[in-house]
């Protein structure tokens, strides 16, 4: 099994932390954007190839990881609604970031105003939940603490206002296969 992606991405971190906890064997292929534009429809990261099965989206991905160990991905309607709006929140996150980083003036328009917008009504919303503190976490608290970190990382988000957050993020750091994926320093 061989998945495509880069270190800092939150979406292939997911992947890993995934893959790691099936216990499956994968290669990993440090692809930048130039080669995912190239080898995959998408043009982004993460893909993965499996044998004759190739999949471009990491929910798809993860799924394919938990369903080879014999559990669902994301069984609850309300789980699933909270995975979306983790979703939400990191691409819009993901491509602010991108368009800045390519000169856009992101506070002139009311798009990407509206983006700026719903990362901050959804970290106050996802701050409102009930999270864990420690293992085991779900694909919910997977998705929102590679969201979280690489936010942080990339100077993207503040949790001064979510003392929650801030504390769920601390306990997912401890947490192995979290901790192993962590984006180089
Ligand atoms: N929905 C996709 C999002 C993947 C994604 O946005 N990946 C970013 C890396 S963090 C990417 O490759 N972006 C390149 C681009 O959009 O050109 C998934 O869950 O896999």
């Known amino acids: 099994m061989k998945l495509y992606g880069s270190y800092t991405s939150p979406y292939v971190r997911h992947c890993r932390i995934a893959l790691l906890e099936a216990g499956v064997t994968f290669e990993f292929i440090e692809t930048d954007q130039a080669a995912s534009a190239n080898k995959s429809p998408t043009k982004r990261v993460p893909f993965l190839e499996d044998g004759d099965i190739f999949l471009t989206d990491s929910s ?5 990881a938990r369903e080879k160990v014999g559990t669902r991905f994301l069984p609850g309607i309300a789980e699933l609604n909270q ?3 983790v979703n939400a929140a990191l691409d819009s996150c ?4 991108f368009l800045q980083r390519d000169g856009v003036d992101i506070q002139a328009y009311e798009y990407t105003k509206r ?5 901050e009504s959804s970290l106050a919303e996802l701050n409102s939940l009930l999270l864990p503190t420690q293992a085991p ?3 919910v608290h997977l998705r929102l ?3 979280l970190a690489w936010a942080l990382f990339r100077n993207r988000i503040t949790l001064d206002a979510h ?3 801030h504390t769920f993020l601390n306990g997912m750091n401890t947490y192995q296969p979290f901790a192993n994926t962590a984006p180089p320093v």
């Open 60 to 64: 798809a991905i993860i799924r394919h």
């Open 83 to 85: 995975y979306c709006m």
């Open 94 to 97: 993901t491509n602010l970031f």
């Open 115 to 119: 983006q700026a917008a719903r990362i």
């Open 137 to 139: 976490y779900n694909d």
């Open 145 to 147: 603490g590679c969201f």
């Open 163 to 165: 003392k929650k957050l």
